[in-house]
């Protein structure tokens, strides 16, 4: 999907950070279908409103949005969603986010290149994990198990990491995309993940790990 042709809803509930964001998103090329502030409000603009992709504040206010994102995922699986957030302590709710189906996920501090990265490889259908977020979605991870997987595992799952699809990640290698979830499948159980998101952040981790 060319940059030009995407559209964001953008939810967050700090006029200079959505100011700041809505002027990143046009010079990216992007056209910004519609703003919110809080979770009525954007539950209403993502229902009515056309777009690509929802940015949306893990936190806005004193409400924590995954609920909401609980509620899209429910209704469309495929949805694409990227979690925008400053704020990493145990109470987060990024595990939970993980864990729903959000495919998404930047920290407020880093560069704006890694936000457009997310946002383009998310409404393609791809997964985007910033770096500076991989050890909190997913605490508790054992590095270890990443020498289960198969070199085909592993280069699936880096793959996945740099933002690709399916359907790319098999079209790149020669296989069928049925073989690639196979792949992703296996190697989600052998690393003890919940779901493919998750296992994609357990290879970012590992590789920070070993800078």
Known sequence: MESDQLEVVL?????????AVELLLRDAG??????????????SLLARRRHHVALLDVHLGGENSLGLVEELMARDPKAAIVLY???TGPDSGLVDAVRVGARGFVLKSSPAPV??????SVAAGG???????????TPGADLSRLGRLSPRERQILDLLSEGLTGRAIA???FLSPETVRTHVRNATTKLGARTRVQAVAVVVRGRLSLR
């Open 171 to 173: 079209a790149r290698l």
């Open 115 to 120: 936000l457009i990265a997310a946002l383009r």
């Open 85 to 87: 957030t400053g704020y």
């Open 127 to 137: 997964t985007y994990i910033d770096v500076d977020l991989a050890a909190h979605l």
């Open 11 to 19: 939810i967050d509930d700090h006029l200079v950070i959505r100011k």
């Open 30 to 43: 992007m056209r910004v279908a519609g703003v919110a502030s809080g979770l009525e409000e954007a539950r």
